[in-house]
């Protein structure tokens, strides 16, 4: 199974000011149809995930362009460029390049 | 809008099964993959396999490979999962997901989860 290992655990943010989430995975996410195949979700208290980018850098529909994703191959970012009290849950990552799809462990953020 | 509606929480004696049920509604149900994801209390995700609701065809997880099984009816457009031999670390919130889009082979939308506690 691919390995998906995120940094760091948790981050403590100051409304309005930057965030950054990495995720490796253990073997490349790129698919020979030129696809990268990584996604982020959130988790806000209380709810069921949701679908923030898709194909590491692809906003889902209604998500806030202060989220954007980046990366290749094994190494991923995903950065919020400024913070708000909404934004607070956990972030995973996931991949769909091989079955069984798996999840980083997670990133929890709060608001200092 | 795409709705996936799970059935309420169970509790459940080690030993025994549990069938969870997510209806959809506002999209047609045949087109896309199911996927069931858990929860365990205070953890992250874990993927636990999907089903194709057009033909039947499933995929688990080899974690759950034996224990689990993932059916739909399509006449009223619900998916189950059923796990068989609980044990207490099966106590989770499982939720039910659809793919984003037809062929996508991802969650995109999800139930709102659906706890089932294990205990003697």
């Known amino acids: 199974d691919i390995v998906m290992t995120q940094t760091p655990l948790s981050l403590s943010v100051t409304p309005g000011q930057p965030a950054s989430i990495s995720c490796k995975s253990s073997?490349?996410?790129?698919?020979?149809?030129?696809?990268?195949?990584l996604y982020w979700y959130l988790q806000k208290p209380g709810q069921s995930p949701q679908l923030l980018i898709y194909?590491?850098?692809n906003r889902f529909s209604g998500v806030p362009d202060r989220f954007s994703g980046s990366g290749s191959g094994t190494d991923f970012t995903l950065k919020i460029s400024r913070v708000e009290a909404e934004d607070v849950g956990v972030y995973y990552c996931?991949?769909?390049?091989?079955?069984?799809?798996?999840f980083g462990g997670g990133t929890k953020v709060e608001i200092k | 809008q795409v709705q996936l509606v799970q059935s309420g929480a169970e509790v459940k004696k080690p030993g025994a099964s549990v069938k969870v049920s997510c209806k959809a509604s506002?999209?047609?149900?045949?087109?896309?993959?199911m996927h069931w994801v858990r929860q365990a209390p205070g953890q992250g995700l874990e993927w636990m396999g999907w089903?194709?609701?057009?033909?039947?065809?499933?995929n688990y997880a080899q974690k759950f490979q034996g224990r689990v099984t993932m059916t739909r009816d399509t006449s009223i457009s619900t998916a189950y999962m059923e796990l068989s031999r609980l044990r207490s670390d099966d106590t989770a919130v499982y939720y039910c997901?659809?793919?984003?889009?037809?062929?996508?082979?991802?969650?995109?939308?999800w139930g709102q989860g659906t706890l089932v506690t294990v205990s003697s």
């Open positions: 997901a659809r793919d984003k889009y037809s062929g996508s082979y991802y969650p995109g939308y």
């Open positions: 506002g999209y047609t149900f045949t087109g896309y993959y």
């Open positions: 089903i194709n609701p057009n033909s039947g065809g499933t």
């Open positions: 073997q490349s996410l790129l698919h020979s149809d030129g696809k990268t195949y």
């Open positions: 194909e590491v850098s």
């Open positions: 996931m991949q769909s390049i091989q079955l069984p799809r798996t």
